[in-house]
């Protein structure tokens, strides 16, 4: 009877091993099963890491790109700015210039035209005698003396004439000069809009860039006042006194003063 419990004892712990081991060998399939999924999982993430390194290698190669053009363009902005600024000043001068030779010459013609008005009235005073005797008298002695006279009117008109062809002449060079520079300037004006534009669209790209805000070493919102202020307030200033101011119409005498400088 001892023995019979013995071999039934022996048969369930026999079972038990048994049934244990099978949850044991499920066990560590279901195991390995997971360790294979979570090996999976990790070799994905290493190739999204490694892919979003590449990607973020590929993003700071041209931000630096860019930071490089964009220190250019700003090198190239202040020497645009200098050249606009010496263009501002050239023609400031000029205008200055053409001012007073405008004065001078228009005091010219007043003194030509005094003296004209004063010629007049002397060959009108010698010609106004109703007297016939003292008309023919008065020719006569303007006969008499009409060879040194002659000469005389002779030489004032050519100086008179030769004076105005000096003074038309000068003035057209000086308007000439002036389109010349109004030319430049408006070369000047296109180079500045199209610097203007690449840096707009330099400063566009580096906003959407991702990694920009990090590793920027520029201060981009400073050179935006530099380029959107400055640069506007020069050309601004220098394009509202490139026009030539005009010359009120006057007239002297026979000669009249058109806005254009010449005489009629």
Do not use: W
């Not at 035209?113 to 006569?140: C, H, M, P, W, Y």
């Not at 202020?229 to 030539?244: L, N, Q, V, Y």
Request: overall charge negative; aromatic content about 4%; charged content about 35%.
């Amino acid at each position: 009877m001892a023995g019979i419990d013995t071999q039934k004892q022996l048969l369930s712990l026999i079972r038990d091993f048994t049934s244990e081991r099978s949850r044991g060998e499920q066990r560590v399939v279901g195991l390995k099963k997971r360790i294979e999924i979570l090996q999976s999982e990790v070799e994905a993430a290493n190739s999204e890491v490694e892919h979003a390194k590449r990607i973020k290698e590929v993003a700071e190669e041209e931000l630096n790109g860019y930071e490089v053009e964009l220190s250019l363009n700003d090198s190239t902005i202040q020497s645009l700015e200098d050249e606009v600024t010496t263009i501002g000043n050239e023609v400031d001068a000029l205008k200055n210039k053409e001012g007073l030779l405008r004065d001078q010459f228009i005091s010219q013609m007043e003194e030509l035209n005094k003296e004209i008005r004063e010629f007049q009235k002397t060959v009108d005073s010698s010609l106004a005698d109703e007297d016939s005797t003292g008309i023919t008298a008065n020719i006569k002695a303007f006969e008499d003396c009409s060879g040194d006279d002659l000469e005389a009117i002779k030489n004032l008109l050519s100086d008179v004439h030769s004076q105005l062809a000096k003074e038309e002449e000068g003035y057209l060079a000086e308007q000439k000069m002036q389109e010349q520079l109004q030319k430049e300037f408006d070369e000047y004006e296109k180079k500045m809009s199209l610097i203007e534009a690449i840096t707009e669209k330099t400063n566009s790209v580096q906003v959407d860039l991702p990694f920009f805000q990090k590793n920027s070493s520029l201060d981009r919102k400073q050179a935006d006042v530099r380029v959107g202020t400055d640069i506007g307030f020069t050309r601004g200033g220098a394009a509202k006194e490139m026009p030539m101011s005009t010359m009120p119409s006057r007239e002297f005498g026979s000669f009249e003063l058109t806005s254009s400088g010449r005489s009629r």
